[in-house]
């Protein structure tokens, strides 16, 4: 069974970088065809698509948040991260990662000095 799990800092000053790691078990991140998405969902708003890795390495980012935001990954580690710059408080939501119906169980981040 596929399982994703986010980690990271809770709590990321403005102007700073958001890193977020999750740690994929039950499949490869280069498994053919699977498309490693974050996504994330603010306070009384509904889910944003940020951006996919694919198993071929290839990235795609939402147009909003294309200058500000990068996908990686770790084969080595099974694991792909997202880095989201010069956040804002309203980069504060739940963040998840996401993968052919597959979800983590969410990492809340607050954008607060």
């Known amino acids: 069974q596929v399982q994703l799990q986010e980690s990271g800092p809770g709590l990321v000053k403005p102007s700073q970088t958001l890193s977020l790691t999750c740690t994929v078990s039950?499949?490869?991140?280069?498994?053919?065809?699977?498309?490693w998405s974050w996504i994330r969902q603010a306070p009384g708003k509904g889910l944003e698509w940020m951006g996919v890795i694919t198993y071929a390495d290839s990235t795609y980012y939402s147009p909003f948040l294309k200058s500000r935001t990068s996908i990686s990954r770790d084969t080595s580690k099974n694991q792909f991260s997202l880095q989201l710059r010069s956040v804002t408080p309203e980069d504060t939501a739940v963040y998840y990662c996401h993968v052919n119906g597959y979800w983590g169980q969410g990492t809340q981040v607050t954008v607060s000095s």
């Open positions: 039950g499949t490869s991140i280069t498994a053919m065809y699977n498309a």
